[in-house]
């Protein structure tokens, strides 16, 4: 028999709070491939706030964002959601329990115009953040680029719109928990200046953000605090913005 469903009543009941909101990792551990990749890594991010994830490549930022998605394995920790179980739950109760994942190099579907790729992320009856229904019309005023090229296959835009659109596909299914794979990469200066007012738009709107990055200039700027990775496990310091 498979774990049970992750259901509102098993999120509020299956385990002792971590967080009695939002998202909590507390002493996670996890490995890819059989190599052990995490090791004692601690933090929450509350509704409508903000935790970016800094840190070279290797340091287990990506492995933590699929930790959270039950895309890797997680040998030690745990992991809650609204203050119940999360962890050793599949990928796809946890994405039915609101939590929606961006994950790096966009992967759009090339041969679908914008508005098929944004129909895929729907997910019918699920309720919202605060901030109510992300619709059409209100994807499009949050990505203005997008709503010039809704008819569009993906494939024909720029890797900024693609990204817009990697966002607002998943933003279409409701999450209250975003999870960003380095969202600022490759990105132009003046996209990148786009993306994140449009990430502090969605992050007013009560939704949750928890994102790996390596541009530091754009984790300040969004992020209510950042999170030092190195080896897999946190790191603290003095003036570098780092915090457990």
Avoid: C, Y
């Amino acid at each position: 028999m498979g774990p049970p469903a992750l259901t509102f009543n098993t999120l509020k009941t299956a385990a002792p709070p971590l967080a009695e909101a939002g998202l909590g990792i507390s002493g996670l551990a996890a490995e890819r491939d059989g190599v052990p990749v995490l090791f004692d890594v601690s933090l929450e991010v509350g509704p409508g706030q903000a935790v970016a994830l800094l840190g070279p490549n290797g340091a287990g930022k990506t492995t933590t964002l699929l930790a959270v998605m039950g895309l890797v394995r997680v040998t030690a920790g745990r992991l809650t959601w609204d203050g119940g179980a999360l962890t050793h739950q599949p990928p796809h109760r946890i994405a039915a329990a609101g939590i929606g994942w961006v994950p790096e190099e966009r992967r759009v579907f090339a041969g679908l115009t914008v508005a098929e790729n944004i129909e895929v992320g729907r997910r019918p009856g699920r309720p919202p953040a605060a901030g109510g229904d992300w619709h059409d019309a209100r994807l499009a005023e949050l990505f203005p680029p997008l709503a010039r090229r809704w008819r569009q296959r993906a494939g024909l835009l720029s890797g900024g719109e693609q990204q817009m659109l990697a966002i607002a596909r998943t933003l279409a299914g409701n999450p209250r928990l975003l999870l960003l794979d380095e969202p600022s990469e490759g990105l132009a200066p003046l996209i990148v200046d786009q993306m994140a007012a449009a990430l502090a738009t969605i992050k007013a709107d009560g939704v949750a953000l928890l994102l790996s990055e390596q541009h530091r200039g754009f984790a300040e700027t969004l992020a209510d605090r950042l999170v030092g990775l190195a080896r897999g496990r946190v790191v603290e310091g003095t003036g570098d913005g780092f915090s457990r």
